[in-house]
């Protein structure tokens, strides 16, 4: 039928047996959706990024494999029994924890968006990368399990003068940043967990920092050290990267909430042609101000706009899965997608986020992206003037 | 990484707790981990803040930080730590904030001198990191500032004076106002006259190709050899070749007359003496002593896969797998240079 046959092998013959896999992996025929970096980036792969392909993904969790990975000098190996977490500075009594005695602690569970604050950075000047995985894929959303880190602050006790709070990772970089404690007091975690099993080595194991809504470099990874203090630290990434560059030469520091973005992850660059007839428009919006209110989408570059349906779970500093039917009739398409989140703030067009901030701040550009679909059905990144 | 004595927190914790009138009491103490010892919190406890709170007693002059310097950072950093591809530079960009091409370095950008200092003790050098002594981070740092006109050669930089060094972008940086958009309703029908596509990222051609097949850079090469061509040279396309060149403009100018940037101007490359650009001082000891010629053959096995061709050499470039991009991009060499 059609090219499939009536009776396949593995419809005639045994499967392998349990713990053929004991720890599992997608079909290999999936084998393509990967996490793919763009070499050119960056001057060493120690040092780099790689990017989630969210053109393959479906709903809002991101399987723990396809997140992105960002390091600064590279993945940490942690041996968890040579791991320690040390809470000191202005606090009443300083504490050093192990990784179990932090599992034996009342735990939390939260969905969230980590996104680094260059996602779509690459695309200031225009578009430049043809496909949602380089354009947008500096973001995934997982299921964190860990300690809150107010719960852990109460425990040391913060003296009165304690404002702001640096976190510091274990891994060759010792990345640090500084936090405001009123964000470390709100909604922080010290996670060990993500989608239910423990923190994969690229991503922090066995301890890493959520902060939610903020930009992912704050997420600490290798999390070894918290200090409280009365001021920022104004380290090297937070003075020399992760500030704003506007067009007068001064730049914005401490930029640290992920504004509402959306964007449309099929049809995209990446995937097959689309076919004439019913398809579905899928994408993922977010905001670190909160819950995502609604999605529109424009089939013609932003004269006209639908709005798109929401799927449940619509959670605060979390993806937001929308979708909206369409039937192509093979013209070509202009497709956009625009967030509003709960606050009212409006996901800014590129000219727009321009006009104020110019073309190389590099981060936190959240603009709206246009997809090309052409009359064969082949998409393209494309900027619009 | 030095023992940890696994003991219960100190009896005075549960003291100070119990002294605590009952209004007062805030959570519960879970009764896990335990207190540091001074000296445990000493060992971790390496940042500084730009107030110098943090800095170890400790000195160095640029003079002894140069030294320093040349043997350990200088390799990614460049000579003169003008940067080299992708390694940052550490000097230069003043006066270029506003530009449309911003350099940011120390001198240029970074606001406080503490943060050199703080960086370098903990990450660097890139691979052998926390490795320099207190009295290295000194003089490094200082020498990292007298690169920068920012000291004297021989200003002996301590604990006590580092916080004074005042560093020209302090006053560089603001808070972000919000809102930064007016607070308007989303226009949801004719909400422009006219949309018209002014970029489109296959001109820029910097994607990725995907190994799976059927990509863009596949198709590239399957027209460009024909069933007659067999056994043939694939001859290289120079307007592809343009595209592929956009990731050696980052650090080349190849028009003539164009400047140096972190690797010499292009212009006339083809029949030239390697590391034989007058005015460019980035070359490595390896690329000035060979004796190579640049032709299509040896840039294609260069381009190729540079540190392989030419060990030592400073130009950061991964090289370029794809043959018919390397054809290409030397087709495009051969025309424009």
């Known amino acids: 039928m059609d090219g499939a046959p009536a009776l396949p092998s593995w419809t005639q013959y045994l499967g392998f047996g349990v713990d053929a896999r004991p720890d599992g992996s997608p079909s290999g025929h999936e084998s393509d959706v990967v996490r793919r970096s763009v070499e050119w980036l960056t001057a060493t792969r120690e040092s780099s990024v790689n990017f989630t392909p969210l053109h393959e993904l479906d709903g809002i969790i991101t399987p723990n494999g396809l997140c992105f990975e960002r390091h600064h000098g590279g993945m940490a190996e942690v041996d968890p029994a040579d791991h320690r977490l040390m809470i000191h500075g202005l606090v009443d009594e300083p504490i050093v924890l192990t990784v179990e005695e932090l599992r034996r602690l009342p735990q939390e569970n939260r969905f969230c968006f980590l996104e680094c604050a260059a996602n779509t950075g690459m695309e200031w000047h225009g578009a430049q990368l043809n496909g949602c995985q380089y354009t947008h894929g500096m973001v995934h959303c997982v299921q964190y399990t860990g300690v809150s880190l107010k719960l852990l602050l109460e425990q040391v006790g913060v003296k009165p003068e304690g404002k702001w709070l640096l976190a510091e990772g274990a891994d060759s970089a010792a990345m640090t940043r500084s936090i405001p404690m009123e964000k470390a007091l709100d909604d922080c975690l010290v996670a060990y967990s993500m989608n239910g099993e423990r923190l994969r080595p690229e991503q922090g194991y066995p301890l890493r920092l959520v902060v939610p809504g903020f930009e992912g470099n704050m997420w600490i990874k290798w999390l070894r050290r918290l200090e409280v203090g009365s001021k920022p630290w104004h380290h090297r990434e937070e003075t020399s990267k992760y500030t704003d560059l506007m067009p007068d030469g001064e730049a914005r520091r401490f930029t640290w909430l992920m504004d509402a973005k959306s964007v449309i992850t099929s049809p995209s660059p990446q995937l097959p042609p689309v076919e004439p007839g019913f398809n579905v428009i899928k994408g993922i919006a977010w905001s670190g101000h909160g819950r995502v209110k609604r999605v529109d989408v424009s089939l013609d570059g932003g004269v006209n706009w639908k709005t798109a349906t929401l799927h449940q779970p619509v959670l605060p500093k979390c993806l937001t899965r929308f979708t909206l039917d369409w039937e192509w009739d093979g013209s070509p398409v202009l497709l956009q997608s625009r967030c509003i989140d709960e606050t009212g703030y409006i996901q800014p067009t590129p000219a727009e986020l321009q006009e104020v901030r110019g073309t190389e701040s590099i981060y936190h550009n959240n603009g709206i992206q246009t997809w090309q679909v052409k009359e064969d059905g082949t998409v393209e990144n494309v900027r619009l003037g | ?337």
């Open chain 2, 1 to 337: 990484m030095f023992a940890w004595a696994d003991t219960k927190r100190g009896l005075a914790a549960l003291l100070a707790l119990a002294l605590v009138p009952a209004a007062a009491a805030q959570a519960r103490d879970y009764g896990l981990g335990r207190t540091p010892s001074e000296a445990e919190i000493a060992r971790w406890d390496i940042d500084i803040r730009p107030d110098g709170k943090g800095l170890p007693k400790g000195s160095g002059t640029a003079k002894e930080g140069e030294a320093v310097y040349i043997e350990k950072c200088a390799s990614c950093h460049g000579d003169f730590a003008e940067g080299a591809g992708r390694y940052p530079a550490l000097i230069g960009g003043e006066g270029s904030l506003d530009t449309n091409e911003p350099v940011k370095t120390i001198g240029s950008y970074w606001p406080f001198a503490s943060t050199v200092w703080d960086y370098v003790h903990r990450a660097m050098p890139f691979g052998n990191a926390q490795s320099l002594t207190d009295d290295e981070t000194y003089a490094l740092t200082a020498y990292l500032l007298y690169a920068n006109q920012l000291i004297e050669y021989d200003h002996t930089l301590n604990q006590d004076n580092l916080a004074d060094v005042t560093m020209p972008n302090e006053d560089g940086f603001h808070r972000k106002e919000r809102p930064e958009f007016p607070d308007e309703q989303a226009c949801m029908a004719d909400c422009k006259e006219s949309v018209e596509i002014v970029g489109r990222a296959t001109n820029i051609g910097v994607t990725p190709d995907e190994e799976s097949g059927g990509g863009p850079g596949d198709q590239a090469a399957a027209s460009g050899s024909g069933e007659g061509d067999q056994g043939t040279k694939l001859a290289g396309d120079p307007q592809a070749g343009k595209k592929v060149y956009q990731q050696c403009s980052a650090c080349h100018t190849i028009e003539d007359g164009g400047a140096h940037r972190m690797g010499p101007n292009l212009h006339g490359v083809m029949g030239r003496e390697a590391g034989g650009v007058p005015g460019f001082n980035g070359y490595s000891p390896a690329m000035k002593e060979s004796e190579v010629v640049w032709r299509a053959e040896t840039l294609k096995k260069y381009l190729a896969n540079p540190r392989e061709f030419m060990p030592g050499t400073r130009m950061p470039f991964a090289g370029i797998d794809d043959e018919k991009a390397l054809q290409d991009l030397i087709a495009y060499l051969e025309q424009a240079s």
